[in-house]
């Protein structure tokens, strides 16, 4: 009787140490997790930079957008932060001329792959095709897309979906 005791006791002297570790491996790990921020979700600006370094071949960091609305329509612009990067003023220039090719067909994929499809004034826009006037131009220090409409409607379309760049892009964007 007496050896089943002991036998006993090693067996709960056991089950405490594994439980024991298992609890400071998996303190371990949690704290690893919250250290290197894995679990850390992102927000809507970090997740929109995130797509948008899959489409925009230029770097925000290094650029500002700029969104003016107009009366009748709006003014989009990409300026580099520094004037002297040539570099990115050409990458700019080349993307907001493609960029500008499409949205005159009614393809704003771009701009749906970074901000959701449900981006707002995105619907209009896309079925907008020949109702929206959209003029390319570079400039000395990125490029712009000037957007022009008669219809009251797709100008407030534009300015939504001109917010909503604002809001997601955060302090790489500005609306003006």
Do not use: C
């Not at 298992?22 to 995130?50: D, H, K, M, N």
């Amino acid at each position: 009787m007496e050896l089943k005791n002991i036998h006993s006791s090693k067996n709960r002297k056991g089950f405490w140490l594994i439980g024991g570790l298992v609890i400071v491996t998996a303190i371990a790990a949690l704290a690893f997790v919250y250290v290197t921020g894995v679990l850390t979700p992102r927000s809507r600006q970090e997740e929109v930079a995130l797509r948008g370094a899959e489409v925009m071949p230029f770097d925000l960091e290094q650029t500002l957008h700029v969104f003016e609305k107009l009366d009748n329509g709006g003014l989009q612009r990409v300026v580099v932060k520094e004037p002297s990067n040539k570099e990115q003023i050409s990458l700019i220039q080349r993307h907001l001329k493609e960029e500008a090719e499409k949205f005159r067909r009614g393809d704003f994929s771009d701009p749906a792959r970074i901000h959701g499809q449900d981006m707002p004034g995105l619907a209009e826009l896309k079925s907008a095709a020949g109702k929206i006037e959209v003029a390319y131009a570079p400039l000395p220090d990125g490029a712009q897309i000037r957007y022009t409409t008669k219809e009251p409607a797709l100008v407030m379309a534009l300015h939504h979906w001109f917010d909503a760049q604002v809001s997601d892009h955060g302090r790489h964007a500005s609306g003006h």
